[in-house]
């Protein structure tokens, strides 16, 4: 009855109601797209999968087409050619400026009108594969390969602007394969899903010093003072208490902070996510944490994908 009510789920059915029938198309681009997205707002492992697909496809020339939240520019950017960076965080968003760090065989490009930005990647970059961050709502641009992370609490969350989720569950349709971004919920009952679905393993995680890359082997010995700002900080804190990290003050500050009149204590650790590290200067009292992302049998669906187009 709430949903009946709100405005918000008015728009997304009507909206979604238009592309269903056709009635709006997407644009088709001449090369394979692959999108990763999810149905609520905030983190669910969005970019790691991002990140962990770019590494999948390193022998190709993969395009990351993103909206860049959170940037102080507008229209179509190039963050980085082929791992060149070319503009700072605060002109790419966050999120594209740490992935076109991370991923130095890829290109990032940064658009609130995708099409605009995948047909300026298609002229000056001509990359081989696209891949759109968080593109599972953006349906201007058609598909190959629709996969949507699922986290538990989507499967009790309600439409904004009442809880979290950016489309009803119902949406799962769309969906060409599911990631399940945390083990917590493996627990629900999956009898009546359909779509091929795995399970995304985080692992191998360190903690990094921000000003020269080197890990902190025995991190339990010490005390950090913790912050993030991320779309669901509380991920970050669980997982630093589930590795024996300890912390003396945590801070929860709002997704896509921008750090402005922060200030870091010479007589304190910090410790924060890659996120939220490329935002700082580097600092030997500065460290991240970091982890690497497996998702055992999504190679193997991705590959067939590109050899059928």
Request: charged letters at 30%.
């Amino acid at each position: 009855m709430l949903d009946l009510l709100n405005p918000y789920a008015c728009a997304v059915r009507t909206r979604n109601w238009l592309y269903d029938k056709r009635l709006i198309r997407p644009c088709k681009l001449p090369v394979p797209v692959l999108s990763v997205g999810n149905l609520s707002v905030g983190g669910s492992g969005k970019s790691s999968l991002v990140r962990y697909m770019g590494e999948l496809l390193k022998g190709l020339h993969v395009c990351i087409l993103s909206r860049g939240y959170g940037r102080k520019t507008k229209g179509t950017i190039l963050v980085s050619e082929r791992g060149k960076l070319l503009v700072d965080w605060d002109e790419a968003g966050d999120e594209p400026y740490m992935l076109a760090k991370l991923l130095p065989r890829a290109s990032v490009v940064v658009d609130e009108d995708r099409c605009r930005g995948a047909f300026f990647a298609l002229e000056k970059l001509r990359p081989d594969i696209f891949v759109l961050d968080d593109g599972f709502q953006h349906r201007r641009i058609h598909r190959d390969l629709n996969i949507l992370l699922l986290k538990k609490r989507d499967f009790s969350d309600r439409l904004l602007p009442f809880g979290r989720l950016r489309e009803p569950l119902s949406s799962m349709e769309r969906a060409d394969i599911i990631v399940l971004s945390y083990t917590d919920i493996e627990d629900l009952d999956w009898r009546h899903n359909t779509k091929p679905t795995f399970k995304m393993v985080r692992e191998n995680w360190k903690v990094v010093r921000s000003s020269d890359g080197k890990v902190l082997e025995d991190f339990k010995e010490v005390s950090f003072i913790a912050f993030a700002g991320l779309g669901d900080n509380s991920q970050f804190f669980k997982s630093l208490e589930r590795l024996g990290i300890k912390t003396k003050e945590r801070l929860s500050l709002p997704d896509h902070y921008s750090y402005k009149d922060f200030k870091l204590k010479e007589d304190e650790l910090y410790i924060t996510t890659l996120k939220d590290v490329i935002k700082l200067k580097p600092s030997e009292n500065l460290f991240y944490l970091d982890f690497d992302v497996r998702v055992d049998g999504l190679e193997g669906v991705i590959k067939d994908i590109i050899l059928k187009l």
